[in-house]
């Protein structure tokens, strides 16, 4: 059996649910091995964000090299990238190793409202990464920005998607969680449009879902999936994850990356189900 590398370059999450964190879980709970890039550090929990500190640049490519050139890569996925320095390098090392399977999760606000991103580096996560990956995935407001227009529905979604196609990048997820009615995220190969759509789920523990989301994109990428294969069952690991999210601290809680693996050892043992947490809230 070929475990399949899948590599996370990312902020760290102290609060365990979304950044470095959460890829590594989902990349472990879908099969294959999780190696990482730390490119800053937070002290964060449920509650938001309470201070950031960005990792050296040198240290950031030391990290990419010693990953690359011993254990190598098959695929891999960026998220929280604060400033221009670190984005350009971590650009400049895809195309050092040839990384072909890049998923750029175009992370700029935490779930708290926090900002996670400078003003000045979202033109060279345009002009820089976003050329270079193989899936780009936006939420609303993410796609908002890198589109220049307002996206109020499918049309706008389907619209913005064909706009951020044009900048560079292969395939296109728009994800459609903070509109309102069934969770319907929408992907554009550059001649296609594809909906993937699940029931919204009423839960406020939601923290980390874009990191999960990506992460699992990168590992079907990894394991030889066709991006549409690995986007569907991204789509329906991640809904399985917000199902059974734990309820944990004040805020927004995190997804339970382990669900479908607990599910199984559960069905393997003739055992219950895992039981969801009744929430009031619903997630965006």
């Known amino acids: 059996m070929r475990v399949h590398r899948v590599l996370t370059i990312a902020g760290s999450d102290s609060g365990g649910g979304a950044g470095i964190q959460a890829d590594l879980k989902t990349i472990t709970a879908l099969g294959g ?3 990482s890039v730390i490119t800053a550090l937070t002290a964060q929990n449920t509650l938001g964000v309470q201070g950031i500190h960005e990792v050296p640049a040198d240290f950031v490519a030391m990290q990419f090299d010693a990953v690359a050139s011993d254990i190598g890569i098959d695929a891999a996925k960026t998220g929280m990238l604060a400033s221009m320095e670190i984005m350009r390098l971590v650009a400049a090392k895809v195309r050092q190793y040839g990384i072909e399977k890049l998923v750029v999760d175009p992370v700029m606000v935490a779930k708290g409202g926090a900002r996670l991103i400078r003003e000045d580096a979202v033109e060279t996560l345009i002009k820089e990464l976003i050329p270079l990956a193989c899936v780009v995935t936006p939420n609303i407001p993410e796609a908002e920005v ?3 227009m307002k996206i109020a529905g499918p049309e706008d979604m389907r619209t913005a998607a064909a706009v951020i196609h044009k900048l560079g990048a292969r395939h296109v997820v728009i994800k459609g969680g903070h509109l309102s009615g069934a969770a319907t995220d929408v ?4 001649r296609r449009f594809y909906d993937f759509s699940t029931e919204r ?3 406020g523990d939601t923290h980390g879902t ?4 990506s992460a699992a994109i990168a590992t079907g990428l990894a394991e030889g999936k ?3 294969d690995a986007v ?6 991640i809904q399985e994850a917000i199902r059974y999210a734990w309820r944990i601290g004040g805020g927004h809680g995190p997804t339970n ?3 479908p693996v607990f599910q199984e050892i559960l069905r393997y043992r003739g055992l219950a189900e895992l039981k969801s947490v009744p929430q009031e809230s619903v997630t965006e």
């Open 33 to 35: 091995f999780g190696m």
């Open 146 to 148: 890198l589109s220049g």
């Open 187 to 190: 992907l554009f190969d550059g």
């Open 201 to 203: 789920i009423a839960t």
């Open 210 to 213: 874009g990191c999960t989301f």
């Open 226 to 228: 066709s991006v549409h």
């Open 232 to 237: 569907d069952a991204a789509k329906k690991y």
């Open 257 to 259: 990356h382990f669900a």
